[in-house]
Nanobody, 120 residues
Framework: QVQLVESGGGLVQSGGSLRLSCAVSGRTISGYAMAWFRQAPGKEREFVASITWSGSDFGDSVKGRFTISSDNAENTVYLVMNSLKPEDTAIYYC???????????????WGQGTQVTVSS
């Protein structure tokens, strides 16, 4: 079975950086579209970024600040978050699906999430 495990979250000051990791087991990531979503308290799950062999996409609120990459040898996907703002505070989830998309419903596999808190 496919398992996704996120790590790297934590508390950071506004303007700081974090790198999230998503380690995948059970299947190679090269066959999937991989994505990051986030959910803040009281809000809907929001698309952050996605990546496949053909390219990547980013949500409007993170463009220019976040980058997504994958390491097929490590079977891991990364999200580097720069210039963090308090409004980036959320639980960040890694997801895997059959094609790159911005809708959470199109991803069939999810991790448990990692908390990111940005203080002002």
């Amino acid at each position: 079975q496919v398992q996704l495990v996120e790590s790297g979250g934590g508390l950071v000051q506004s303007g700081g950086s974090l790198r999230l990791s998503c380690a995948v087991s059970g299947r190679t990531i090269s066959g999937y579209a991989m994505a990051w979503f986030r959910q803040a308290p009281g809000k809907e799950r929001e698309f952050v970024a996605s990546i496949t062999w053909s390219g990547s996409d980013f949500g409007d609120s993170v463009k220019g600040r976040f980058t997504i990459s994958s390491d097929n040898a490590e079977n891991t996907v990364y999200l580097v978050m720069n210039s963090l703002k308090p409004e980036d505070t959320a639980i960040y989830y890694c997801a895997a699906g059959s094609k790159r998309a911005t809708l959470a419903q199109l991803y069939g596999y999810w991790g448990q999430g990692t908390q990111v808190t940005v203080s002002s």
